[in-house]
């Protein structure tokens, strides 16, 4: 098993070259849209690419912790407002697939995954789910030995520059053996080695530990220097067969220094160091460090990437384990009562809101089986349209149940906060049907502006701006904030999670101080929308939607889908109808608006599993099963 470690290091810098040139610009948009606390997950030697993507978000002023598989199971109730990112080099290990897994029952806001292979178990398993991103790489040195070399060298530039927004600025220096020399004549097999670090560094220490301990060279501590003050300096008066690794760059050798100079100097030392003072010096101790571990293989006489596994190591690696830790799978109406409750997990309720939500469970269940409808009514964005999709518009199946729906003379209704762009999809997904246009209502800028689909004139932007509005647009525009507005709409966008929770805060802070009475603020994702209260609503369109009903003589009952059902979601009116279910969040009202969905279903996935749920007869249709 592996391959020669010396072999895999020569590959390094050539990793490194492909690393810094390939494209990685989905990675940096997904990241750049973290706000809430990020979740780094991996084992073995992708844990070291944990600690450092932790560290760099972190430099960035989002909250990240890199944990294993097995923390991250226990660490379940807080994943529900947390994202996470998987960090696998094969995306097959058995404890990668585990977490993911029990990551997806606890519905995160978001998954990332990142495997130096394509095709991976992880990437199949991640394509059944909403808001779940694989992207697999094919580094040129291929897949590591036995130690993770050059896929770990791979993952600390592609991170340093997706979360950083810089290429490596400086070539990293060849392979260098001589300045191992002097330290490894004063080292032997039986050394112990104690590991400091300090400002950038964390993640080169905890890959010392890992290879040392994975090739069973050597035991070793790993501590920055100051904790390493309080008692852990105890070590070398009791253990005397032991050294000293130390990582520095300018941030922290002043503190290097005048530490090491404390020791007795009868203690050997090394200090690995960079003068760059930035994440982009840790990947060049990344290789200093896998040519340490190189040199130190020599002293035990054990290849790092071929060091032999003895039987009960293989079977502790591939030991089914899931039955071991976990309790029952999550029940649906436990999961839908999380939801709605805002909690963590069911057992959070006390034993008598535990009845009371079941029962309303219950009774939400039992009168939308028994209702009989006529019509479809759907948000948009994030509902019809996931977010992978919002610049190409709905995918081929939503198309196909679309399509169909109306075919059986039923009435769609379509919602949005968008514009012409709305009317432009529809007309695509319609394309060759026009025939049905007739029985699909469109409700432009928030239900300001409704018309039929074969309705060429709507949206009409030629009106005034409402009064309210303009008296918003103008106080803004003198703060150098502008928005894209129609009649009865300003909607202010922004690119990036960090630039927008910035601007949100203005914006709702200088449109609160006007006073406005007659203007309402819904939300979604990126953008927030600005509307006259009594011309602006989504529920504007069931009436529409009610009259169509009548005239093709079908049920007069609309069914009302969307995914921002708690204000200020722009669809929390549309959401609080008696009849109304949602494919993402939820308001706690107990009657109405539930999420039904399996856990990971969200947007277009949600929307075709209730679509699956639809009981046709000829002049209704029911909903059954959830």
Not at 113 to 138: D, H, P, V, W
């Amino acid at each position: 098993m592996g391959r020669p470690f010396e072999t895999e290091l020569k590959q390094l810098h050539k990793t490194i070259d492909w690393a810094n040139s390939i494209e990685i610009g989905f990675i940096s948009n997904l990241i750049d849209k973290y706000h809430d606390p990020v979740y780094i997950v991996g084992s073995g030697g992708s844990f070291s690419t944990c600690i450092y993507a932790a560290d760099l978000l972190i430099s960035r002023g989002v909250f990240a912790k890199a944990v294993t598989p097995l923390e991250l199971f226990y660490a379940n109730a807080t994943l529900r407002k947390s994202n996470i990112i998987f960090i696998s080099a094969s995306g097959n290990n058995t404890d990668i697939l585990f977490a993911y897994k029990k990551a997806i029952e606890s519905e995160p806001l978001s998954i990332l995954s990142i495997c130096m292979r394509q095709n991976s178990k992880l990437a199949t398993l991640s394509s059944a789910y909403s808001g779940c991103t694989t992207l697999g790489f094919e580094p040129p040195a291929g897949k590591d030995g036995f130690l993770a070399t050059n896929s770990l060298a791979a993952y600390f530039v592609l991170l340093y520059r997706a979360i950083s927004g810089s290429n490596l600025s400086k070539k990293v220096p060849p392979l260098q053996d001589k300045v191992y020399e002097q330290f490894i004549k004063k080292v032997d097999q039986g050394t112990s080695f104690i590991i400091l670090y300090g400002s950038y560094h964390h993640s080169i220490a905890v890959d010392l530990e890992s290879k040392f301990s994975e090739a069973g060279l050597a035991p070793c501590l790993l501590s920055d220097y100051r904790h390493f003050a309080h008692g852990r300096h105890n070590w070398f008066d009791k253990q005397k067969n032991s050294a000293v690794i130390a990582l520095s760059c300018p941030a922290d050798h002043k503190l290097c220094d005048k530490t090491l100079g404390l020791l007795p100097v009868s203690i050997p030392r090394i200090t690995i160091s960079t003068p760059i003072n930035s994440f982009e010096g840790t990947i060049h101790l990344l290789v200093q460090a896998m040519n340490l571990i190189k040199q130190y293989g020599k002293v035990v006489k054990i290849d790092p990437g071929r060091p032999g596994v003895p039987p009960y190591g293989s079977k502790i690696y591939h030991l089914k384990y899931e039955r071991l830790v976990s309790g029952p799978p999550l029940k649906m109406n436990e999961l839908a009562i999380i939801r709605k409750a805002k909690i963590n997990r069911f057992a959070d309720l006390s034993t008598s809101d535990q009845k009371k939500w079941i029962n309303s469970y219950k009774s939400f269940n039992k009168k939308l089986e028994s209702a009989n409808f006529g019509s479809l009514i759907f948000d948009y964005d994030g509902t019809l349209c996931s977010p992978t999709n919002r610049f190409n518009g709905p995918s081929t199946e939503i198309k196909k149940l679309l399509v169909g729906f109306v075919k059986k003379g039923f009435i769609l209704g379509i919602i949005s906060g968008r514009g012409k762009s709305l009317r432009t999809d529809l007309e695509k997904l319609f394309k060759g049907e026009e025939k049905l246009m007739k029985n699909i209502v469109v409700g432009y800028y928030n239900g300001s502006d409704i018309g039929n689909l074969t309705d060429k004139k709507r949206p009409d932007k030629s009106l005034p701006l409402h009064p309210a509005l303009k008296i918003i647009a103008d106080h803004l525009s003198k703060i150098d904030i502008f928005a894209d507005h129609s009649p009865n709409q300003l909607t202010f966008k922004s690119d990036t999670t960090l630039e927008w929770n910035r601007a949100r805060d203005i914006l709702l802070n200088e449109i609160m101080l006007l006073d406005k009475d007659d203007i309402t603020i819904v939300e979604s994702s990126h953008s927030l929308d600005v509307i006259p209260r009594k011309l602006a609503s989504k529920n504007h369109v069931i009436d529409h939607c009610k009259k169509l009903c009548r005239e093709v003589g079908v049920a007069e009952k609309a069914l009302c889908i969307g995914d921002k059902g708690q204000w200020p979601g722009n669809d929390y009116a549309l959401l609080a109808n008696e009849f109304a279910l949602s494919v993402g969040e939820v308001s706690s009202i107990p009657d109405r608006g539930w999420n039904l969905c399996p856990p990971g279903f969200r947007d277009e996935k949600a929307v075709i599993y209730l679509f699956g749920k639809i009981k046709f007869d000829k002049k209704y249709f029911n909903i059954k099963g959830l």
